[in-house]
């Protein structure tokens, strides 16, 4: 799992740039996240088919560790997302901190992309698309 632990070590990077830009009330720069731009996460995690070669699934228990692993990220980045949104509003419900969410939302994809990927047995190395 290399080359996940590879993708997962920059993903901590953007997690403390997002934090940094919330302590100082910086703005969040541009991103690029494994290679691929805003742009490209959300299309290749919505047409995951097109780019993968798998369609979307449902994670169950029966998926390989790596990969209910990633699923346990990406959805503590959603809870944080959610949070975020209520959490910077101006008093008439509008965000304020639109790059905070999208980046969020980003780092989400980008989790959604690493499970499919696990899945199609993209990571190169033994097969992580079985439970072992």
Not at 86 to 102: C, H, M, S, V, W
Not at 105 to 111: E, K
Request: net charge positive; aromatic share 8%.
């Amino acid at each position: 799992y290399e080359a996940v632990c590879k993708d997962l070590e920059e993903i901590l990077g953007f997690v403390r740039r997002l934090i940094r830009c919330d302590v100082l009330g910086e703005p969040l720069p541009a991103m690029t996240l494994c290679g691929l731009t805003e742009k490209e996460l959300r299309e290749r995690s919505h047409n995951p088919a097109k780019y993968y070669g798998e369609p979307h699934f449902m994670p169950d228990y029966q998926m390989p560790r790596a990969l209910l692993s990633c699923n346990r990220v990406r959805t503590a980045v959603r809870r944080t997302e959610l949070a975020c949104y209520r959490a910077f509003r101006d008093e008439n419900g509008n965000p304020t901190r639109l790059d905070l969410i999208r980046g969020l939302n980003r780092l989400s994809s980008l989790l959604w992309i690493m499970m499919i990927r696990i899945k199609a047995n993209q990571y190169g190395g033994k097969n992580h698309g079985t439970r072992p």
